[in-house]
């Protein structure tokens, strides 16, 4: 009697090029998962930033610049500077320090010499303003803010801004060594806080990768 012998079917061999795509599948998905983790916590550290806290005595605020709308602070800029109107009139500083270059909208006048017009018609004597001119970001806002302060021997600050911008402008102020500074953050009633937050997580992103650079030795700091 003849035994039957049954052929197994050998698995078939996966293609290099089937393989290849389903890494490539892996690493997208994995990268993805990175990307939702990365903006979750971005956006965890940026909405989670106290705007309640009181802000101690100071030697001076700093008002982080924006932009000015025909030579005059934006809405969102009137907010900050409104803040530190608050501060000064109930003797939490006694200076402002105005912060921001010249803006590339056609404007004639520096972000710190639009916010000094304003405050100015708001009552604040010039002598209590302190200009600086040259700074482009939040980094070079408070890097030559400090060194403005420390000519001045002004030891106490308060970093003057948003709700949406306090954690980083947080961050970039402890990198600069700052040394007794608090953060005073102020909700916008003007601003699209979908487009703001969105546009903060990739500026927080950018703060990152430079702050990984200036940590590293491969940036300087100035």
Not at 84 to 109: F, M, P, Q, R, W
Not at 120 to 131: E, N, T
Request: glycine share 6%.
């Amino acid at each position: 009697m003849r035994t039957s012998t049954v052929r197994r079917s050998r698995p078939r061999k996966r293609s290099k090029k089937n393989r290849s795509w389903l890494l490539l599948f892996r690493v997208a998905a994995w990268l993805v998962c990175a990307g939702v983790f990365w903006c979750g916590y971005l956006l965890w550290l940026i909405n989670g930033y106290p705007t309640d806290k009181p802000v101690a005595k100071a030697d001076a605020g700093i008002v982080l610049g924006a932009a000015l709308w025909n030579d005059v602070p934006s809405p969102a800029l009137k907010e900050r500077l409104e803040l530190a109107v608050t501060l000064y009139n109930e003797g939490g500083v006694d200076k402002l320090i105005l912060s921001g270059g010249l803006d590339h909208n056609k404007a004639t006048k520096t972000e710190a010499e639009g916010m000094r017009d304003y405050l100015i018609a708001k009552g604040i004597s010039a002598d209590k303003l302190l200009l600086e001119n040259e700074s482009t970001s939040t980094y070079e806002n408070l890097l030559f803010s400090k060194k403005i302060a420390d000519q001045q021997k002004l030891t106490q600050l308060v970093v003057i801004t948003h709700d949406y911008h306090a954690a980083r402008s947080k961050e970039i102020a402890k990198q600069l060594d700052f040394k007794h500074f608090q953060v005073a953050a102020t909700k916008s009633k003007v601003l699209n806080p979908v487009y703001n937050e969105t546009r903060e997580v990739l500026a927080f992103t950018k703060w990152k990768l430079d702050w990984l650079l200036l940590t590293l030795g491969i940036r300087s700091s100035v």
